[in-house]
């Protein structure tokens, strides 16, 4: 396959007018190589990588928590379509049962390897038991565990190792011990959180280097208690996780952030939950039924219960709503995303070698021309 007349996102975070050669799976550098097969005309359209969600639970219906192959493979396929082609789902507060068919689920289903047309499953996001009940948001109070290590162990083996990310309130019993015991093996994230400065500092020092969903279900940030916002912001490792859906954060906030943290330290993620891609109504998230109107999604109680906002459309409205450059939007949708869960020498970005993912967007609005996900046309 050849793309021609884009303007491609390069390695270097830049657009350049450039063709994009694939053979089979990869992009090539080599014109002949790809010289056979299909040539994309994509005047008027930027070419960007796929994009990576390390943070999602559901789509279309399915969530990651239903625990099994016929949701992840539904999911999977939603989110090729709109040009997410790496998924790191996260699982939900729930009993250490439930939570381990979630992860034998997991593991059977990445053992089935590269899947066509589909995003590629690459592991969980661990979002829960280990946080604190006063920030719980739309976590399930009832189970709510102490960070224990012997847990996660547990639920890491029966995953076959697919936990890449492990989201930990530090300031619970038993939290420091975890993080500095598996954060060699894990991304630690610091998250549903009621800690403030210090321990959040401690938590970083003690090899935590992410932060969920930033200002949601932690203290704010104020100029006597910065709390781990501030925290984040003073620790140059830490990256944070930013839902753009236009509801959980304010436009000046976004804005505010990016000048905060710089687009090296910013992953752009959905949250969403499983009416993504489905008419407002009733639904579920990790037991608790939620009420879906426009792209808010609620608890009974009010609490904003995850998004109905993909991660492209996210980066859109980033970009076109909240005056983010697109080259910034791109990079923390899915260069910093791939960087942070380890695969970024195999995917997120356009470059000789790697996983043929790439996304044509119309110049103007930024929608949705055509989705190539390993070297085949969706």
């Not at 830049?14 to 090539?28: A, G, P």
Request: a negative charge.
């Amino acid at each position: 396959m050849i793309i021609r007349n884009a303007s491609v996102y390069t390695q270097e975070g830049k657009f350049e007018k450039k063709e994009i050669y694939i053979k089979d799976t990869l992009f090539t550098d080599q014109a002949a190589e790809a010289e056979d097969g299909q040539v994309i005309d994509a005047s008027g359209c930027v070419a960007i990588p796929g994009l990576t969600d390390i943070h999602f639970h559901g789509c279309m219906g399915y969530d990651f928590c239903d625990g099994t192959r016929e949701a992840i493979d539904a999911m999977a396929v939603y989110e090729a379509s709109v040009g997410v082609t790496n998924i790191v789902p996260a699982s939900m507060t729930l009993s250490e049962e439930e939570l381990l068919g979630i992860c034998k689920a997991a593991k059977a289903y990445k053992e089935e390897g590269m899947q066509d047309k589909k995003a590629h499953f690459w592991g969980i996001n661990m979002e829960g038991p280990f946080v604190s009940t006063a920030k719980k948001g739309a976590q399930n109070g009832a189970y709510i565990h102490k960070p224990d290590l012997e847990m996660f162990d547990r639920l890491q083996r029966a995953s076959g190792n697919c936990v890449k990310l492990l989201d930990i309130a530090p300031e619970e019993e038993g939290a420091m011990e975890l993080i500095e015991q598996r954060h060699d093996q894990v991304v630690i994230s610091l998250a549903h959180t009621c800690a403030d400065y210090d321990i959040a500092r401690e938590a970083f020092r003690r090899g935590a280097d992410h932060v969920t969903h930033l200002y949601n279900a932690m203290n704010p940030y104020t100029h006597r208690a910065p709390g781990l916002i501030g925290a984040a912001a003073d620790e140059e490792k830490v990256q944070v996780e930013l839902i753009c859906d236009g509801v959980h954060i304010h436009p000046a906030a976004v804005r505010t952030t990016f000048k905060m943290f710089g687009d090296d330290r910013i992953i752009l993620i959905s949250d969403s939950m499983r009416a993504t891609g489905l008419e407002d109504g009733d639904y579920t998230l990790g037991g608790q039924d939620v009420k879906v109107t426009g792209n808010l999604a609620t608890l009974k109680d009010g609490t904003i219960a995850g998004s109905v906002t993909n991660l492209i459309d996210c980066m859109r409205t980033a970009v076109l709503k909240m005056g983010i450059p697109l080259e910034s939007a791109v990079k923390c949708a899915a260069v910093n995303p791939a960087k942070c869960v380890g695969i970024y020498d195999s995917c997120g970005s356009i470059t000789p070698g790697k996983y043929a993912d790439v996304i044509l967007l119309d110049q103007g609005d930024l929608s949705l021309r055509q989705v190539i996900c390993r070297g085949q046309s969706l």
